[in-house]
């Protein structure tokens, strides 16, 4: 599962490693926090199950609310 965080299609698609980090960190802590998981635990550590969240598209940045510029616009 973390082989699958070192492609860059996740990377690039979130705006690089550090926001890709932050995000599974604070899914982590919401996680360890009691929130509800978005995918099926199946034995999976809370840090495997926000692993698990980003790559399958359930969560990821609200680029507005963190009045950022998204990646794909950064270029323009």
Do not use: Y
């Amino acid at each position: 599962m973390i082989e699958a965080l070192k492609g860059d299609e996740i990377v690039d698609k979130l705006g690089g490693r550090f926001k890709l980090t932050a995000l599974i960190q604070s899914r982590w802590r919401e996680l360890m926090e009691g929130a509800r998981p978005l995918v099926e635990r199946e034995g999976r550590s809370d840090l495997e199950v926000a692993i698990a969240e980003v790559l399958e598209e359930k969560i990821t940045i609200d680029f507005n609310a963190a009045n950022v510029t998204p990646p794909d616009q950064a270029l323009e």
